[in-house]
Protein backbone atom coordinates (compact mmCIF):
# COMPACT_ATOMS: atom_id res chain seq x y z
CA UNK A 1 0.00 0.00 0.00
CA UNK A 2 1.44 3.06 -1.18
CA UNK A 3 0.69 6.77 0.99
CA UNK A 4 0.83 9.87 -0.42
CA UNK A 5 0.57 13.28 1.34
CA UNK A 6 0.73 16.65 -0.37
CA UNK A 7 2.12 19.74 1.11
CA UNK A 8 2.76 23.47 -0.42
CA UNK A 9 0.13 24.26 -1.05
CA UNK A 10 -1.29 28.17 -0.13
CA UNK A 11 -2.27 31.35 -0.96
CA UNK A 12 -0.18 33.32 -3.40
CA UNK A 13 -1.16 36.57 -6.22
CA UNK A 14 -1.84 36.04 -10.02
CA UNK A 15 2.49 36.12 -10.90
CA UNK A 16 3.12 34.20 -8.29
CA UNK A 17 5.08 30.91 -7.74
CA UNK A 18 4.37 27.74 -5.50
CA UNK A 19 6.04 24.25 -5.22
CA UNK A 20 4.10 21.23 -4.19
CA UNK A 21 5.42 18.45 -2.87
CA UNK A 22 4.05 15.15 -2.55
CA UNK A 23 5.79 12.31 0.05
CA UNK A 24 5.44 8.56 -0.84
CA UNK A 25 5.79 5.82 1.76
CA UNK A 26 4.75 2.51 1.66
CA UNK A 27 5.98 0.96 -1.43
CA UNK A 28 9.33 0.93 -3.93
CA UNK A 29 8.62 4.67 -5.15
CA UNK A 30 10.89 4.21 -8.46
CA UNK A 31 8.64 1.84 -9.27
CA UNK A 32 5.41 4.42 -9.92
CA UNK A 33 4.60 6.77 -12.58
CA UNK A 34 3.81 10.00 -10.44
CA UNK A 35 0.76 12.37 -11.59
CA UNK A 36 -0.32 15.52 -10.11
CA UNK A 37 -4.40 16.30 -10.88
CA UNK A 38 -6.54 19.26 -9.76
CA UNK A 39 -10.27 20.09 -8.97
CA UNK A 40 -11.82 23.25 -8.75
CA UNK A 41 -14.93 23.82 -7.32
CA UNK A 42 -17.87 22.37 -9.27
CA UNK A 43 -15.68 21.06 -12.01
CA UNK A 44 -14.27 17.23 -12.39
CA UNK A 45 -10.80 16.56 -11.59
CA UNK A 46 -8.21 17.00 -14.15
CA UNK A 47 -5.30 16.22 -15.24
CA UNK A 48 -2.08 18.56 -14.52
CA UNK A 49 1.29 16.65 -15.23
CA UNK A 50 2.93 13.46 -14.80
CA UNK A 51 6.66 11.84 -15.17
CA UNK A 52 7.36 8.15 -15.78
CA UNK A 53 8.49 5.56 -13.22
CA UNK A 54 12.58 6.19 -14.54
CA UNK A 55 11.93 10.05 -14.85
CA UNK A 56 12.29 9.99 -18.75
CA UNK A 57 9.15 11.37 -19.67
CA UNK A 58 6.87 14.05 -18.98
CA UNK A 59 3.63 14.93 -19.58
CA UNK A 60 1.31 18.39 -19.10
CA UNK A 61 -1.89 19.82 -19.91
CA UNK A 62 -1.99 22.25 -22.47
CA UNK A 63 -3.23 24.92 -20.13
CA UNK A 64 -0.17 24.62 -17.48
CA UNK A 65 2.80 23.85 -20.33
CA UNK A 66 5.67 26.52 -19.93
CA UNK A 67 4.44 27.05 -16.61
CA UNK A 68 4.77 24.12 -14.51
CA UNK A 69 7.14 21.54 -14.57
CA UNK A 70 7.17 18.34 -12.54
CA UNK A 71 10.22 16.09 -11.51
CA UNK A 72 11.41 13.34 -8.89
CA UNK A 73 13.82 12.75 -6.58
CA UNK A 74 13.60 8.57 -6.13
CA UNK A 75 16.38 9.16 -3.58
CA UNK A 76 13.57 11.00 -1.30
CA UNK A 77 10.82 9.56 -2.56
CA UNK A 78 8.96 12.69 -3.33
CA UNK A 79 7.66 14.16 -6.29
CA UNK A 80 7.77 18.06 -6.76
CA UNK A 81 5.34 20.22 -9.08
CA UNK A 82 7.10 23.91 -9.52
CA UNK A 83 4.40 26.17 -10.54
CA UNK A 84 5.18 29.70 -12.32
CA UNK A 85 3.15 32.44 -13.59
CA UNK A 86 0.40 31.20 -11.54
CA UNK A 87 -3.34 32.13 -12.81
CA UNK A 88 -6.20 32.81 -11.24
CA UNK A 89 -8.12 29.62 -12.99
CA UNK A 90 -5.12 27.34 -11.41
CA UNK A 91 -7.16 27.72 -7.97
CA UNK A 92 -7.98 23.74 -6.88
CA UNK A 93 -7.14 21.08 -4.76
CA UNK A 94 -3.58 19.53 -6.20
CA UNK A 95 -3.45 16.28 -5.39
CA UNK A 96 -1.05 12.91 -6.20
CA UNK A 97 -1.31 9.88 -7.49
CA UNK A 98 0.71 6.89 -8.33
CA UNK A 99 0.98 4.56 -11.20
CA UNK A 100 2.90 0.93 -10.88
CA UNK A 101 5.53 0.81 -13.82
CA UNK A 102 3.73 3.95 -15.91
CA UNK A 103 5.67 5.30 -18.67
CA UNK A 104 3.02 6.39 -21.42
CA UNK A 105 -0.39 7.18 -21.65
CA UNK A 106 -0.62 8.97 -18.33
CA UNK A 107 -3.23 11.74 -18.19
CA UNK A 108 -5.83 9.56 -17.10
CA UNK A 109 -6.61 9.49 -13.49
CA UNK A 110 -8.74 5.97 -13.81
CA UNK A 111 -5.12 4.09 -14.37
CA UNK A 112 -3.92 5.53 -10.82
CA UNK A 113 -4.58 3.01 -8.06
CA UNK A 114 -3.09 5.72 -4.92
CA UNK A 115 -4.10 9.12 -4.40
CA UNK A 116 -3.16 11.46 -1.66
CA UNK A 117 -5.72 13.65 0.13
CA UNK A 118 -4.76 17.14 -1.86
CA UNK A 119 -3.34 20.24 -1.14
CA UNK A 120 -5.40 23.59 -1.84
CA UNK A 121 -3.82 25.75 -4.12
CA UNK A 122 -5.35 29.67 -4.26
CA UNK A 123 -4.81 32.20 -6.85
CA UNK A 124 -5.90 35.99 -5.82
CA UNK A 125 -6.13 38.26 -8.71
Known amino acids: QVRLVESGGGLVQAGGSLRLNCAASGGTFSTYAMGWFRQAPGKEREFVAA????????YYADSVKGRFTISRVNAKNTVYLRMNSLKPEDTAVYYC??????????????????WGQGTQVTVSS
Open 51 to 58: ISYGGGNT
Open 97 to 114: AAKLWGVMALINSYEYAY
